[in-house]
Structure formats: structure tokens, C-alpha cells
């Protein structure tokens, strides 16, 4: 999620927008989906429907995010004087500058998550307002004991009250990883580079492989999990792919559209009848409900890819879209931190109107991303720039 530009693209800032819109609209199906695979609540059917409906919409959100990630620190141009020599990225250097800008808000949030069902105790809210806010909690618990046991977690282990707090464990793998990988990536030539793309993409057929051939494949078995393609599998290819296309690609319009539509129906269509398909077995597992909304998939990655080349078309010149835009970018890390408190409370008042239940997902989108945003340029203005660094990122 944290990127940093040199100059501003509004392309690049358009694609992280479209991704936000979908992250938020990823979690605002939680409520939706949670009674109907493995969390609290009973299973509504109309529910159940349109969750997997615009569910299988959204899955796209986080490979965008790694894409544009990939895009803005792998391979950077060194400065004209030193050109001539590979400079690449300074490890200690850049683990200083991200990591903790990534960390304190983190720990911060993470902390105020897990606090929160014990402060709701506290202020005389029940155990079902635990689960109004965080369905997919794995206690409605408010006791402080449970608060302290998930903050003594936290250095390896996220609570599902903090669900989206799986990403940052991810993110910070990513950033200790990208000095060692770009130092190839800069040295590599674009068929290097698309060999290594095309065996990652091989490896996001392996959850089906597993799911349906064989639970061991190509080497793996009860006393080695890294087989085959391990070195080629996970968010290390979006990361490269999202460099590639914004490198070395260049497509216009109508072969955009050409390629972009099929690829992102035919995603969208494995990721809908799949899920659906899950939901009628017998006592599907967690890993089963997941698996076909898994991000290296080759249903997701057709998604993102077809995103991706699409928006990449789309350049906005208006001085306040580039404004709103470029406050996107320094809001958005808070925005990710905090727009999960409002998940439940915005789904059950958009219920209360008596929205229809196909709208209430995009509804729920379009309010919980504005008010995020709106929390989050409030704080930066009061917190000054050094506090807001510390709690916002």
C-alpha cells in the first residue's frame, strides 16, 4: 500500500483509487459473507448471493496494490551522474525509511482494534455488537485477558477482529524483500524478466492443483512445503508484473479494451461459479470457501492484469481529480488502517434504510471509503507531520 512517487502519474493514482474502491468493497461484503461460510450469524440466501456476487467483483484489490508497488520501486532510473552504474536500492537505507512508516501505524491500529470489544464491555455494549463490528471475530470475548492475549500476538499473529492486518505482515515481507529482487530486476532484460512471469504464473494454478489433484505436488510432502515452483509463487510477480507493464508496456486504447474485457469476464466468471460452487458442499473447510477468491490465482491474476492495462489508458488532467488524487495517496495508508471500524456500523444503517439487499454492498463502498478518507486528512491536519507519520503512516 505504501508507494512513493518522484514525480506524480495520475494513471498510476487512478489504478490506486480503483483498487481502494475495491478493498473497501471487498470488506464491506464481510457482513455479508461471514454467516454464510464460516463466521457469525445464520445464513441469509439472499445475502449469500449477492455477497459471492460483488465478492467475486473485488478480488482484484490487493494484487493492484502489489502491481502498483512493483511499479514505483522496482528498477528506478539511478541519478544522470552516476547513471552509468547500476546503483540499485541501498538496503539499510531503504528498510530506515519504509519499514517504520509501515510498522508504527501497524502496531498503533492493531492495538485500537483489539482494545475495542473490551472498551465496548466497558461503555455497556453487549457481545453481539463485538460481532456487528467484526463479523468474522473468532470470539465475541471482551474480556481485557483476550485484548492482552491479541496484542501478545501481534508480533507473528493477527486477530480476525483486525482481519485486513494480514496484509501488512505480507507488506513488510515485501519491502525486505525488494532491495535483494530489484537488484536483479535491474540488471535483468525484458526476456528474463518474462521468463520469470510466466513460471509465477504456472504456480497460481497450484491452489486448484492442490485442491483437486494431489494435496503433494512437485516435491512437496509432510516434511517440505517448498516444492516446484515455490521460488516463482506468491506476490513476487505482481510486484515484477507491475514494473513490466508500466516499463516496458505500451498498448493503446482498443487493444486494451480488447484484451482487458474477456480477460477480467472470464476471472470474474471462474471466481463467481467457483465460490458458488464451494457453498454447496457438505461442510466446506476455510481454505476451500477461499480458494477460488485466492489473489494468486490465475482467475484473480486475469482480473488484475485486465484492470491494470485498462486504467492505464485513462489519464486525468483536472487540477481537482490530480488534487484528490494525490490526497488519495498520502490518506490512503490511514485509510487502510481505520475504514474497517466502519465496516458494520455503515452496513447496518444502509439496512436501515431498507436499500435493497443486490445495493447495499456498493452503497456501503461509497460511504465507508469518503468517510475514511474525510477521518484521515482530519487527523493529518490536527496530528502535524511528524505525529501523523508516526500514527498514519
Known amino acids: 500500500m505504501k508507494t512513493a512517487t518522484t514525480a506524480r502519474d495520475t494513471r498510476l493514482d487512478l489504478i490506486r483509487l480503483v483498487a481502494f474502491i475495491l478493498l473497501v468493497g471487498c470488506h464491506a461484503c464481510d457482513p455479508f459473507n461471514a454467516a454464510a461460510t464460516y463466521g457469525s450469524g445464520v445464513a441469509n440466501p439472499e445475502f449469500t448471493r449477492w455477497g459471492a456476487v ?8 490487493v494484487p493492484l496494490f502489489v502491481m502498483l508497488t512493483g511499479a514505483l520501486l522496482l528498477g528506478r532510473k539511478p541519478s544522470a551522474e552516476v547513471a552509468a552504474v547500476p546503483q540499485g536500492i541501498e538496503m539499510g537505507s531503504f528498510y530506515r525509511r519504509r519499514i517504520p512508516r509501515v510498522l508504527w501505524p501497524f502496531l498503533i491500529w492493531s492495538a485500537a482494534y483489539y482494545l475495542f470489544p473490551f472498551l465496548l464491555g466497558l461503555l455497556g455494549y453487549g457481545a453481539e455488537t463485538v460481532l456487528l463490528f467484526f463479523p468474522w471475530a473468532e470470539t465475541s470475548s471482551q474480556t481485557f485477558a483476550t485484548a492482552l492475549e491479541r496484542l501478545m500476538q501481534l508480533p507473528y499473529h493477527f486477530s480476525y477482529v483486525a482481519c485486513h492486518m494480514w496484509y501488512i505482515y505480507m507488506l513488510i515481507g515485501l519491502y525486505l524483500y525488494i532491495p535483494v529482487f530489484n537488484a536483479w530486476v535491474e540488471r535483468a532484460s525484458q526476456r528474463q524478466q518474462q521468463g520469470f512471469l510466466l513460471l509465477w504464473a504456472a504456480s497460481t494454478f497450484l491452489p486448484y492443483f492442490r485442491e483437486f489433484v494431489a494435496p503433494y505436488h512437485f516435491g512437496t510432502c509432510d516434511w517440505n512445503q517448498f516444492g516446484l515452483f515455490y521460488y516463482f509463487s506468491g506476490f513476487s510477480g505482481y510486484l515484477l508484473l507491475g514494473h513490466y507493464l508500466y516499463r516496458h508496456v505500451r498498448l493503446s486504447l482498443l487493444p486494451s479494451v480488447l484484451i482487458a474485457l474477456p480477460l477480467f469476464a472470464a476471472g470474474y466468471a471462474v471466481n463467481l461459479l467457483g465460490y458458488r460452487h464451494i457453498l454447496t458442499l457438505a461442510a466446506p473447510t476455510p481454505q476451500q470457501v477461499e480458494l477460488f ?26 487540477p481537482l481529480a490530480v488534487r484528490l488524487l494525490s490526497s488519495l495517496t498520502c490518506c490512503g495508508f490511514g485509510i487502510y488502517m481505520i475504514h474497517y471500524f466502519f465496516v458494520g ?29 474525510a477521518v484521515v486528512a482530519l487527523l493529518r491536519r490536527l496530528s502535524g507531520k511528524r505525529l501523523s507519520r508516526i500514527i498514519l503512516g
Do not use: E, K
Open 345 to 373: 456500523p455503515i452496513f447496518q444503517w444502509v439496512a436501515g434504510w431498507c436499500a435493497p439487499i443486490s445495493l447495499r454492498i456498493p452503497v456501503a463502498t461509497f460511504l465507508i471509503l469518503p468517510l475514511s478518507w
Open 54 to 61: 460483488w465478492g467475486s467483483l473485488v478480488r482484484p484489490c
Open 293 to 318: 477468491w485466492t489473489y494468486c490465482t490465475p482467475n484473480v491474476l486475469a482480473m488484475t492484469f485486465a484492470l491494470f492495462i485498462l486504467l492505464f489508458q485513462i489519464r486525468l488532467r483536472h
